[in-house]
Every structure is written in structure tokens, then in C-alpha cells.
């Protein structure tokens, strides 16, 4: 059989630490398979060129099969050009006293500059996950400077919210991971996202029974867990005096190899994409949903019940992503 042609993948924020815990997982084949040579263009800005220049050395000294090419680089147009899938990390971190807004308008500068760009060099049919903070808006800015893109090729991550919540429930129930699934992230990657296990199942003693059935503690589903799950990432900062790195870059290639590969019949993922009005959402913001994946084509999935609760959860959410594109815009302009 012949050998396929490279995937060119692009990694923004490449000498970081998501990008240092992503590279790897990438290079090995869990994204695109263990048979898809790749290329990998790794984008980061010049003054951490002498790390990225480290990173690319290690790369090359894990004499990987599947890598053809490493290329760093801290201008857009080389590290864009020509790409299949692009994971967008580099985004500037908060730091002490700076407010959200500042956070917004410091980062919508960067993902407008990275979206002319991907416009000009990239290929059309390239997929484009944004994982930088705050990831929803920085996604749906992407988007409008690349207009020559389909806007269903921008997703945002709540796979690491998905992921967090599946954790949660596993333990509570003293289950492995893989015995729990259907967990939805409705909304924003921030602390008003909805963790939702009404859909969700979980294998207890041989059987798949519905998550709130198995838990037994609606105080504990509609308290402690949706407060954990939002908070998540401040605690690890708290724990780690640092950001969530492996869990995030983890998420990442989860995300980035079911858009790729598919979802498996009857599951779904939560992705945060164009919101088309399902669900009573506002269009044209970057809402997470849960997803079918075939083709490389994400579905929302429709049709599942939504009680009150839930729906003052999402509407809350919703609230919040049509906030921050309006500050993102103006921030543009």
C-alpha cells in the first residue's frame, strides 16, 4: 500500500507548556493515526524563538517515524501555510490584577492577526481548534478574519470541561473513566459553562444506567459537581502554580482526532461551535454543544430534553459569550 502524503499541522504557542505536553502525543500518532506522516509548522513569538528552537531539537532527538519536517518559526504566514489542522495555544495567559476584559482585548488582537493570516496561507479545508483563553471568542474572532475559511472548520475546546466532568462522576461513583459517558458542556470554556450529566450514562455492575439514577444525589449533581468542574482549572493553579497543561493538551488531540477520525455510532462530544439557534441559543456565537462527528463534519445533536434548570444554566452561558463578542468586536474596531 502506498504511503500517505503528510499532514501539515501548525501549533501555535509551541515552545509553551501545553504545546511541550501536545508535540508529543501529536508526533506519536494519537491524533491522526499511527500511519499519517506529518509535518509539524510550530508558530511562537521571537522572543521564546530559543526555546522553540529547543523544542524542535528534542523533537528531532525522539527520532520519530511519522515526523517528515519540524519547522519553527515566529512568523504566521511560514507556520500556516499550506495546513490541514492547526491548534491554536499561544494566547496571552492573565496575570495578577489584570481584568477579564483587558485578557479579551489583549487576545482578539492576536487570533484577528492569526485568522488574516490562515486566510492567506492556509488551506481551505484546514480545521482550526482554539485552545487559548478565552477560547470561545477567540475562536469566533479567528473565523470572521478569515472569511475564505468555512466558519464550520472553527471549533473552540470544551473537551478538557468534558473530560473534567466524566472524572468527576467516574469517582464519585468509583467506576473507571471508560465506564462513564454522554457527559455535555453547554456554553463558555469559562466558570459560567453548564456541566450536564442528564444524558449521560454510566456502567455500574454490568449495566449502563442513566447518571443521575446511578449518583442518587440531585444535590450533589446540580451543587458540588457543576461548581467543581467550573472551577477546575483555578484549582489546579492553585496546586500547581501553574496552568493545566497535560489535561489540557490530552483534550486537545481528543478533540482534534474525533473531528478528524469521527465519533463512534450512537456518542457524542461536546465542541464549542457556530451556534445555528439550537437549543434557544443566540446565533452566531461560539457555543459549545454536544456533537456527532462523520467525515470530518461535526452535527449538533437535536432533540434531547432540556428541564428548567438546565435551561437557566445555558441561557446564563449564552449571556456571557454575547457579552464578550460584543467587547471583542469593539476591541477589533
Known sequence: ????EP????????AGQIGYSLLFQLAEGNVFGRDQPLILQLLDITPCLPALNGVVMELQDCALPLIRDVI?????????KDIDAAFLVGAMPRREGMERKDLLAANVKI???QGDALDKVAKKTVKVLV????????????SKYAPSIPKENFSAMTRLDQNRAQAQVAAKLGV??????????????SSTQFPDVSHAEAEVDGRWVPVPEAVNDQQFLRGEFITTVQKRGAAIIAARKLSSAMSAAKAACDHMHDWFAGTPAGRFVSMAVFSDGSYKTPEGIMYS??????????????GLAIDDFAREKMDATAKELCEEREEAIAACA
Request: positive net charge; proline residues 6%; charged residues 10%.
Open 1 to 4: 500500500m502506498a504511503a500517505k
Open 7 to 14: 499532514l501539515r499541522v501548525c501549533v501555535t504557542g509551541a
Open 72 to 80: 519553527g518559526t515566529a512568523d504566521p504566514l511560514v507556520a500556516f
Open 111 to 113: 487570533f484577528k492577526e
Open 131 to 142: 485552545v487559548g483563553n478565552p477560547a470561545n471568542t477567540n475562536a469566533l474572532i479567528c
Open 176 to 189: 473507571p473513566n471508560g465506564s462513564v459517558r454522554g457527559c455535555i458542556i453547554w456554553g463558555n470554556h
Open 289 to 302: 454543544f454536544p456533537v456527532t462527528i462523520e467525515n470530518g463534519q461535526w452535527k449538533i445533536v437535536q
